[in-house]
């Protein structure tokens, strides 16, 4: 995608306004990228007032990229406001998750600052080194990996969170250590939200399941060791 495409597709009036608060308060300086593009948001990465790399994830001004927040919000016991309003109020609940993960031990960016549609957190590698989705790189150890990002479900869980969205798509390598990003969907565990829970875990044994893994643990296992019992 041309630069001036990106610029029409990410840069409205007001989210501009808001870049230009965040350069002003020397949390990011000029935008480089995209790095990550989706179709609710778009992630460059810049440099803070102390010279250190940050991404930087701006959420789309765009309804058809936001159908489904209503019923997100709904689920996070929230009520609908206006479409600004709604598209804020899934940024800064994606923020507050990360930072919730990010104090748990969650291998996951530091956030470092929300404002309105746009989260300032940990760049994920070095400049001439961007960590790669985890679908793009399999230079892992297999059974370490597997054992780790099951923990890391069975951690958040065990505290009150599913990330909602947890694939390969959804896990850098860096280093050959998996950081897992992207909480945009992520929601409380209750009887409403299981199935979220449910679907990380599927999706995270089919992905090893392809990788010729050959010691998943069975789903009835991993709920079990979280504990997690319906209480309707």
């Known amino acids: 995608m041309t630069k001036s495409k990106v610029f029409s597709h990410v840069f409205d009036e007001e989210t501009l ?11 990011i300086s000029n935008l480089l990228g995209p790095i990550g ?5 778009y992630v460059f990465y810049s440099r803070d007032f102390h010279d250190k790399l940050v991404a930087v994830k701006i959420h789309r001004h765009n309804i058809d990229a936001f159908k489904s927040i209503p019923s997100y919000i709904r689920l996070r016991g929230r009520k609908s406001g206006g479409f600004i309003k709604q598209i804020n109020d899934w940024t800064r609940f994606e923020y507050n998750f990360l930072s919730k993960a990010y104090k748990l031990g969650v291998n996951a960016p530091e956030p470092i600052r929300c404002y309105e549609n746009i989260i300032v957190m940990q760049f ?19 059974d370490r990996w597997y054992k780790l990002i099951t923990k890391i479900i069975i951690d958040m869980a065990k505290n009150g969170m599913i990330h909602g969205d947890l694939s390969p798509y959804n896990i850098l390598n860096y280093s050959g250590e998996p950081f897992i990003i992207d909480f945009s969907q992520a929601l409380k565990l209750s009887s409403s939200t299981v199935n979220f829970l449910i679907r990380d875990i599927t999706n995270i044994n089919n992905w090893f399941l392809s990788l010729k893994y050959k010691n998943l643990k069975e789903l009835k296992d991993i709920i079990g ?8």
């Open 17 to 27: 306004r808001n870049v230009n608060k965040l350069q002003g308060d020397g949390y």
């Open 37 to 41: 593009t989706g179709k609710e948001s």
């Open 124 to 142: 994920i590698g070095t400049e001439g080194n961007i960590a790669k989705q985890a679908i793009k790189d399999d230079n892992f150890d297999v």
């Open 225 to 232: 060791e979280i504990g997690w019992k319906d209480e309707n």
